[in-house]
């Protein structure tokens, strides 16, 4: 997930200088949400097998020889954590499957590779990619219902869909692997599929012009990188409102 809070945050205590107090708390915090990751742990070590999160179909990976990966970001497994019926599990290796939208762990004894049941499996972070599930509803503008990598969650709210098809050769093309996005703004809990700048400024139109005049400033190019762009331009956007 890209999230630019820290950084802020960072360059005000700069700025500032914290002061013993909010040393004092945060020291405190850390070591109190240490404390309860060390607890947890120790549950999880106890039930073993037991947990939730080893329960599921086993996962049989395509055999077919191809260019390419089906998983996002790698095709070895990447470390991360689920929330998994509303237990957290860290230090997680995962796959993401961008074909069947699933997530695939360890079984417990590690020898063999389970497939979550994404209705029990409700968020996710991997690489440092942050993915919540959303329902698909008649009115608020999502096609699919699925996981979708949380890019901005301010007002509004900037959302990317990422799937991979297989595409099979013929001839001598080779059969591969290819990744799409489809970007979103959500406003106000609606979902508006956004594909380029024009399509961005159309829904922010009381703010075309500082929008525009933001673009041309910072040199941000929707054509070559859109997905940057739409994130510096959502964040911008959200701080003229906010």
Same mark, same amino acid.
């Given at each position: 997930?890209?999230?630019?809070?820290?950084?802020?945050?960072?360059? @005000? %205590?700069?700025?500032?200088?914290?002061? *013993?107090?909010? +040393?004092?708390?945060?020291?405190?915090? &850390?070591?109190?949400?240490? /404390?309860?990751?060390?607890?947890?742990?120790?549950?999880?070590?106890?039930?073993?097998?037991?947990?939730?999160?080893?329960?599921?179909?086993?996962?049989?990976?395509?055999?077919?020889?191809?260019?390419?990966?089906?998983?996002?970001?790698?095709?070895?497994?990447?470390?991360?954590?689920?929330?998994?019926?509303?237990?957290?599990?860290?230090?997680?290796? @995962? %796959?993401?499957?961008?074909?069947?939208? *699933?997530?695939? +762990?360890?079984?417990?004894?590690?020898? &063999?590779?389970?497939?979550? /049941?994404?209705?029990?499996?409700?968020?996710?972070?991997?690489?440092?990619?942050?993915?919540?599930?959303?329902?698909?509803?008649?009115?608020?503008?999502?096609?699919?219902?699925?996981?979708?990598?949380?890019?901005?969650?301010?007002?509004?709210?900037?959302?990317?869909?990422?799937?991979?098809?297989?595409?099979?050769?013929?001839?001598?093309?080779?059969?591969?692997?290819?990744?799409?996005?489809?970007?979103?703004?959500?406003?106000?809990?609606?979902?508006?599929?956004?594909?380029?700048?024009?399509?961005?400024?159309?829904?922010?139109?009381?703010?075309?012009?500082?929008?525009?005049?933001?673009?041309?400033?910072?040199?941000?190019?929707?054509?070559?990188?859109?997905?940057?762009?739409?994130?510096?331009?959502?964040?911008?956007?959200?701080?003229?409102?906010?």
């Amino acid at each position: 997930m890209k999230c630019f809070l820290p950084i802020i945050t960072g360059i @005000l %205590f700069f700025i500032a200088g914290p002061s *013993e107090a909010q +040393v004092r708390l945060s020291q405190d915090s &850390a070591i109190y949400q240490e /404390s309860i990751a060390r607890v947890h742990q120790v549950y999880l070590n106890e039930i073993g097998d037991n947990a939730q999160i080893y329960h599921g179909a086993e996962y049989i990976r395509n055999g077919q020889k191809s260019i390419g990966f089906p998983y996002f970001v790698s095709d070895n497994m990447q470390n991360g954590s689920v929330y998994y019926q509303g237990v957290l599990y860290s230090n997680v290796n @995962l %796959f993401y499957n961008l074909i069947s939208d *699933e997530l695939i +762990v360890n079984n417990y004894p590690h020898n &063999a590779q389970i497939t979550l /049941s994404p209705v029990k499996a409700d968020s996710f972070s991997i690489n440092n990619h942050f993915f919540v599930l959303l329902p698909a509803t008649k009115t608020n503008g999502l096609t699919n219902s699925g996981y979708y990598e949380v890019l901005y969650y301010g007002e509004p709210g900037l959302f990317a869909k990422r799937e991979k098809r297989l595409v099979v050769g013929s001839g001598s093309l080779d059969t591969k692997y290819i990744q799409y996005e489809t970007y979103y703004i959500r406003i106000r809990n609606e979902f508006h599929p956004v594909d380029g700048k024009s399509a961005f400024l159309d829904l922010f139109k009381d703010q075309e012009t500082a929008l525009k005049k933001y673009i041309r400033g910072n040199k941000l190019n929707f054509k070559k990188d859109l997905e940057s762009s739409l994130i510096n331009t959502t964040i911008y956007y959200s701080r003229l409102k906010n």
